[in-house]
Structure formats: C-alpha cells, structure tokens
C-alpha cells in the first residue's frame, strides 16, 4: 500500500500572518512539518498544498516541491481542510499517482518529529477502516471546565466541579492540531469536508503539539521547541 501526506500551507493566514514562512527555531515554520513528514519514511510523497509562491519555494528548498499549486478557490478562510487534501488526493489519482492512505500534517505542526509521525501512522495502518486523529490531553477534567458568563465563572456543566478528587473525574482530550490519517475510501466517501467524522485517538505528549493559532501559542511552542533540542528530545 502506498501512502500520501499533504500538509496544507496558504499564504493568507489571518491571525498570524504569513505563519507558514514566519521563522521559527532558527527555520521557515513550514520546513519543520516538512523534515518530519520526509525522515519518516512512510510516505512515497510529500506534497505541500498551497496557492503561494513564496511557500513552494520553501518546500522545494526543503526537499519537496509541489507537483501543483492549490486552486485559489480552496484557499480562503472556509474551505474545510479536508477538502483539500482530498482534491490533491484527487488529482494525484487523475494524473495516475495513486494512494491507499492519506495524512494530513498541518503547516505549524513544529513539534512533531519524525518518530512521532512514523509511529502514529503504523498505528493507523492496524486498523485501516477508521481514521486516526491525534490528540493530547487537555490537562483538565470535563467535570472542572468554566466558563465566563457577564463577569462571573459558572460550570460548564451543570454539576459539582469540586465533588470529586480530579483523578475521578473524566478525562478530557482535544484535538492536537498535528496530523491525521485517512483511507482513499474514507476520503472518497465522505464528500463534505465539514461533516463530523469517527476518529480513533492517536494521543501525543504534550510536548509534541501546540495548535498555534495566536503570540502566546506561537511563544509557548519556542519555549518548548528550545527544551526538547536543550535535553536531545
């Protein structure tokens, strides 16, 4: 079985510009998902999915230049990723490269490494029929979850947050922002990119993902980029 990763990368990142080619631990954000994804060695190709010059230049430098620059239709603030990674899985197919399975690494996945990735998708691969997501866990129990309503804390749920001691409440995970995988089949099946899919779990360290989407993510992921290369992690 032959196997495909895409990692989507537009140049019309909103909330933190031009994230993708931003520099990050001494490199372009994007090269870091990219080395991962390439010194995994388990994927036949790796293909950067993006409508920007500046980031194909980019992926070619760091070893995998696109086959095809995304369609600008599939490169706004909607588009659901899914269904850009099975348009690419698409056209690969219409241009006689074909896949058994797909993953998804995201762009400023700069956690995961090559281990990582290896070791998540020989976990897909025992069960092949549901996709795999990862995941870390998100440090507090659903039970103790608040929110703000006006200028006050209330319970998420409607239930005694300081009942139990936390290793009897549930634990809680949410979705890593690192990578995916999918069967051809799934991907073909499931035509609506927003739709929810049944996932398996694939649960990362925590010091292995940071979905950064603001500064203070961003900055919590350089502290944790520069302990794991200060200890060899």
């Not at 631990?25 to 998902?33: F, N, Q, T």
């Not at 696109?66 to 099975?86: E, S």
């Not at 398996?200 to 290369?229: N, Q």
Request: hydrophobic share 45%; glycine share 6%.
């Amino acid at each position: 079985m032959s196997a495909l990763c895409v990692i989507p990368a537009r140049g019309g990142s909103k909330r933190i510009p031009r994230k993708n080619v931003r520099e990050f631990a001494g490199k372009p954000m994007l090269a870091h998902a990219l080395e991962a994804a390439l010194e995994s060695g388990v994927f036949e190709r790796v293909h950067v999915s993006t409508d920007d010059p500046e980031i194909a230049d980019i992926a070619t430098r760091y070893g995998a230049a696109p086959a095809f620059l995304r369609d600008p239709d599939l490169a706004d603030d909607y588009t659901p990723i899914r269904d850009v990674v099975r348009t690419d899985w698409q056209r690969f197919a219409n241009e006689g490269e074909r896949f058994d399975d797909i993953a998804l690494i995201y762009a400023t996945a700069a956690l995961l490494d090559a281990k990582t990735v290896s070791t998540a998708f020989k976990a897909y691969r025992e069960n092949r029929s549901t996709p795999l997501l990862a995941v870390v866990p998100a440090g507090t129990p659903l039970e103790r979850f608040m929110k703000i309503e006006g200028d006050a804390l209330t319970p998420a749920l409607p239930a005694d947050r300081f009942a139990n001691r936390t290793q009897d409440l549930t634990p809680v995970y949410r979705d890593a922002g690192a990578m995916g995988v999918f069967s051809a089949e799934t991907l073909a099946m499931n035509t609506d990119g927003a739709a929810a899919l049944a996932f398996r779990p694939y649960v990362l360290s925590v010091f292995r993902a940071v979905d950064i989407d603001t500064e203070d993510d961003w900055r919590h992921a350089e502290i944790i980029k520069a302990g794991l290369a200060a200890t060899g992690g």
